[in-house]
């Protein structure tokens, strides 16, 4: 069974910066990956992509001030988030569009979410 294991969240004052990371385990190939957020009383949005060719993508509300990446041979993406605002404070969930095992076609999987507040 695939899992998405997340780590980096916490608490920060506005301005401060905060490195997520996402491991995709048990997986036999990972193609996208990305982050998405949602705050309290929201929908869930999508932040940034990157495909395994390293393509990126960014909401516009974060570009310039987030900055995703991926080492292919760990499986894990990274999220790193500087110029924090208070309206960045949302739960981060990491997505992966990955093969489980060799024949089998590629699904979509969401990481548990970790916690990021932002103090102003």
């Known amino acids: 069974q695939v899992q998405l294991v997340e780590s980096g969240g916490g608490l920060v004052q506005a301005g401060g910066s905060l490195r997520l990371s996402c491991a995709a385990e048990r997986v036999f190939k990972v193609n996208t990956m990305g982050w998405a957020r949602q705050a309290p009383g929201k929908q869930r949005e999508l932040v940034a992509t990157i495909t395994s060719g390293d393509s990126t993508n960014y909401r516009d509300s974060v570009k310039g001030r987030f900055t995703i990446s991926r080492d292919n041979a760990k499986n894990t993406v990274y999220l790193q988030m500087n110029s924090l605002k208070p309206e960045d404070t949302a739960v981060y969930y990491c997505?992966?569009?990955?093969?489980?095992?060799?024949?089998?076609?590629?699904?979509?999987?969401w990481g548990q979410g970790t916690q990021v507040t932002v103090s102003s």
């Open positions: 997505n992966a569009v990955a093969q489980p095992s060799a024949f089998v076609r590629f699904t979509e999987y």
